[in-house]
């Protein structure tokens, strides 16, 4: 008969499975979380980022001839004509080009400085892309601000699909997440 020895194995520490998912499912939920509040605050703040950086340019006034003058229109542009505070009374203007529509629209407060002269807006128009002529009378003292929307509407559409997307990707981290937990080893 062969003796046969037998060795014992060293002991040795067991692993406890781990649960996998934990951490995606934590960081999806603070994620979604997060972004329930962007998606409403991200918009209004990149709007009113925008509104502002359009509202800047929009103070400059460019002067325009009274009798002949032309603005290089665009459709995503919102254009103000403003006078002297003399002549707001006094002047009238017609306007041709694309798809113009002016609005007599006059302003209470001195808008803009040229010169030194503070201007009033009488008019707002809006056109499309293309050339606008201007014919005024009642007043040599003309000029011409842009306000450009294109600015505006880009933040704001980031706005709302940055969070969106985010949100999607928080979406996807949970639930893949939540998967990996259900399909795992239990700690106990």
């Known amino acids: 008969m062969a ?7 060293p002991y040795q520490y067991a692993e406890r499975p781990r649960r ?9 939920v603070l994620g979604i979380l997060a972004n329930a509040v962007g998606l409403f605050v991200m918009p209004m703040i990149a709007g009113f980022i925008a509104l502002m950086v359009s509202g800047l340019g929009a103070m400059e006034l460019t002067a325009l001839e009274a009798d002949g003058g032309t603005i290089e229109s665009s459709t995503w542009s919102v254009y103000s004509i403003a006078v002297p505070e003399e002549d707001l009374e006094s002047v009238s203007c017609e306007f041709e080009g ?5 609005t007599r629209d006059i302003s209470e407060e001195p808008l803009y400085t040229m010169d030194g002269v503070d201007y009033y807006d009488v008019y707002t128009l809006t056109a499309d892309s293309g050339e606008i002529t201007v014919h005024c009378e009642g007043s040599d003292a003309i000029g011409v601000s842009e306000m450009g929307m294109a600015g505006t509407f880009i933040s704001t559409l ?4 940055l969070p969106i997307v985010l ?9 893949w997440g939540i998967i990996a937990l259900i399909t795992s080893p239990s700690r106990y």
């Open 158 to 161: 980031v706005g709302l699909v």
């Open 3 to 9: 003796y046969q020895q037998s060795y014992q194995q």
């Open 167 to 175: 949100g999607l990707i928080a979406l996807a981290m949970t639930i």
């Open 98 to 102: 694309a798809g113009v529509q002016p």
């Open 20 to 28: 996998r998912g934990l951490k995606r499912t934590i960081f999806g």
